[in-house]
């Protein structure tokens, strides 16, 4: 179900089609009904615990002034949206394996829904025809998108794949232990994967057994699996050869890659530490994300906080640049998008932040609130849309909520793209 505001906006930009010659279905509907009174409770899956948190009782975000504008309120999945991603002309929700939904722009109409599985999705990433999906059963799921197929995203495998598996089994140096009395192949994630990242043809995946894996994305075979935390690991970043792991242990780390020669698909790819970026004492840090260049990472934690941190010109150390009071409770979701960091909160609302892009300082812009739920997911769209941007919510009062975020600087280029290296 689609409810949505008339709030017009002119001069919108949308990004090129990815499936354009697709026929997409006409089952969905267009209302103007008032907000859904659905219950906003919080899936079990996640490793926060939000049935300890009265969200009922947080104090209400500051009051904005600033002209954003509702644009829609789609409905449409049984649970909490635990993940949102933007495929092309499509924008991919997901709360439950089989509860996938994809909507269309620039109608936001209910295209087509498709999954796996009965557990909860926890993460979703696109990369070129392929989309990626993260399961509670420990699994990672590749999707081909078709432009011809009636099954327009269509399973293609799971991983870890089959022949992963027969090429390792028989092998007794290819087991860890995970528990008491309990073994696992290396590749196998021992828990829920919480998050996904693709950079320059690889896939990384963060747990809560606390490993960071690394996939090809070429044969989806696993190349390195890391014990890169004390605790669960909650998010993924990943640019210019460097991947950042946010987890609860209230750290994110830095991972430099490597690769030594061993000609195509037989090169060795290994990572290693190469930094250690510290919040606050006895936090969560729930999302990482990092600019366009890699010079400046932002984490949003448990405490209500996001933190800055900024590179060295060797990205060789970091060092902390901003740490704002975000929100009454905890930070979830963090998203960046040119000189805007937008963050979700526990206290069902979203703060939008201006970037200073020397030092990496941050200023309130305004508070978007109208979710009923904690805001668990953020995406933005990089195109300028009639002098501001696109900003898609999710919920866990099962609802993606569709905003314009308008940039007031007066610069015609509002969403900027950093393309030289920041000094400090």
């Not at 279905?25 to 103007?32: D, E, F, H, K």
């Not at 439950?96 to 999705?121: A, E, M, N, Y």
């Not at 941050?362 to 941007?389: D, I, N, W």
């Amino acid at each position: 179900m689609l409810r949505s505001i008339n709030h017009p906006v002119k001069d919108a930009t949308l990004s090129t089609p990815l499936l354009s010659a697709v026929s997409p279905p006409s089952s969905s509907t267009t209302t103007t009904t008032s907000d859904s009174d659905e219950s906003s409770s919080a899936d079990n899956s996640f490793r926060y615990d939000y049935q300890d948190l009265n969200f009922n009782n947080a104090p209400p975000p500051p009051v904005s002034c600033s002209s954003y504008k509702s644009l829609a309120v789609l409905s449409g999945h049984v649970s909490s949206v635990s993940c949102l991603a933007l495929c092309g002309e499509f924008i991919l929700s997901a709360s439950q394996g089989k509860d996938i939904i994809v909507w269309q722009q620039p109608d936001l109409r209910q295209f087509t829904k498709f999954g796996h599985g009965d557990g909860s999705v926890k993460s979703v990433v696109t990369a070129g025809n392929k989309v990626f999906t993260a399961h509670q059963d420990s699994r990672i799921r590749a999707w081909k998108v078709s432009r011809s197929s009636e099954n327009v995203f269509k399973l293609i495998d799971t991983l870890p794949t089959k022949k992963d598996y027969l090429g390792k089994f028989m092998k007794q140096s290819n087991y860890v232990q995970t528990r008491r009395h309990h073994k696992l192949l290396w590749i196998e994630h021992a828990d829920s994967i919480s998050c996904l990242a693709v950079s320059n043809g690889l896939i990384y995946s963060g747990s809560w057994d606390k490993t960071l894996k690394v996939w090809r994305i070429s044969d989806f075979k696993c190349l390195e699996s890391i014990k890169a935390h004390d605790d669960a690991i909650n998010g993924l970043a990943a640019i210019n050869g460097i991947v950042y792991s946010a987890s609860a242990d209230g750290r994110i780390k830095a991972w430099g890659r490597r690769t030594a020669d061993g000609g195509g698909d037989n090169n060795k790819i290994t990572h290693s530490l190469k930094g250690i970026l510290q919040g606050h004492k006895d936090i969560s840090i729930n999302s990482v994300v990092v600019n366009q260049n890699g010079s400046l990472v932002y984490g949003g934690a448990s405490d209500g906080y996001i933190m800055g941190w900024a590179a060295d010109e060797g990205f060789e150390s970091w060092k902390l640049v901003c740490e704002a009071k975000a929100h009454a409770t905890a930070v979830l979701c963090v998203c960046l998008v040119g000189e805007f960091v937008c963050s979700g909160s526990a206290d069902k609302s979203i703060c939008v932040w201006r970037r200073d892009l020397i030092d990496g300082g941050l200023v309130r812009y305004m508070v978007v609130t109208g979710h009923e739920g904690p805001v668990k997911c953020l995406q933005a769209s990089p195109e300028r849309v009639g002098g501001g941007f696109m900003l898609y919510s999710g919920s866990l009062d099962k609802s993606i909520r569709v905003w314009w975020i308008p940039n007031h600087s007066g610069e015609d280029s509002s969403i900027s793209t950093e393309k030289k290296r920041l000094k400090f």
